[in-house]
């Protein structure tokens, strides 16, 4: 079975400064990876996802994030954040060919002018 | 195309009614999968189904609750005898294959059980 960690369950972040999501996640399967985005009062929305093939995807509204398999990680990062990307962040994996997702308790990323 | 609509947006039920919440998946999509998001929580899965067929009930407690996607129709999930515990936001997410393409996600419904 598989299990996703999200190591911060807040992010406070000034304007126009990095920030990195943390992701862990465990499966003893190969997996597909993906980082979704929920505004308030709305349904998730896709960011980027890795299936295969480069560690590092690129996402919309400037996001990426970093496939390690060893570390059985998959961090979101943006180098200079907007206030509108104030949200709940989740980071989800599911298992090839299985057809169940498993998101993470979420991140909520506070962005402050 | 519409996207995934999701309705109604917010029930109020009192304890021991019916819920019942309803999705209709993208234009062209065949599976379906509920999740419920609890207050501070992440989203919990429930239940994924392709057209008149549950094929993965794991995420479903074992009473009251149950799902269908008939070959008419939206997918609905229904709550019988509601308690305080049910009340979370209910979404549902469609694709159009399965674990490696994007699922697309409702608005959800909020459910609040008074």
């Known amino acids: 079975a598989q299990s996703v960690t999200q190591l911060d369950s807040q992010v406070p972040v000034f304007e126009e400064a990095p920030v990195e999501l943390r992701c862990n996640y465990s499966s003893s399967v190969s997996v597909y990876l993906f980082w979704y985005v929920q505004y308030p009062n709305q349904g998730l929305q896709l960011l980027l996802k890795y299936l295969s093939g480069s560690t590092l995807v690129k996402g919309i509204n400037g996001f990426e994030a970093e496939f390690n398999k060893s570390q059985t990680s998959f961090h979101l990062r943006k180098p200079s954040v907007h206030i509108s990307d104030t949200a709940e962040y989740f980071c989800?994996?599911?298992?090839?060919?299985?057809?169940?997702?498993?998101f993470g308790a979420g991140t909520r990323l506070f962005v402050k002018a | 195309n519409a996207g995934v609509m999701q309705n109604p947006r917010h029930l109020v039920r009192r304890r021991g009614q019916e819920a019942r919440l309803r999705c209709s998946p993208m234009?062209?999509?065949?599976?379906v999968y509920w999740y419920r998001q609890l207050p501070e929580e992440g989203l919990k899965f429930m239940v994924y189904?392709?057209?008149?067929?549950?094929?993965?009930e794991s995420g479903m407690p074992k009473e009251r609750f149950s799902a269908e996607f008939p070959k008419e129709g939206p997918s609905i999930l229904r709550i019988q005898q509601v308690v305080r515990g049910d009340s979370a936001a209910y979404f549902c997410?469609?694709?159009?294959?399965?674990?490696?393409?994007?699922?697309?996600f409702g608005q959800g419904t909020r459910l609040t059980v008074v």
């Open positions: 997410a469609s694709s159009s294959r399965g674990a490696d393409t994007e699922a697309f």
């Open positions: 189904l392709q057209k008149e067929n549950i094929i993965d």
């Open positions: 989800a994996v599911s298992d090839r060919g299985g057809f169940k997702t498993i």
């Open positions: 234009k062209g999509h065949s599976h």
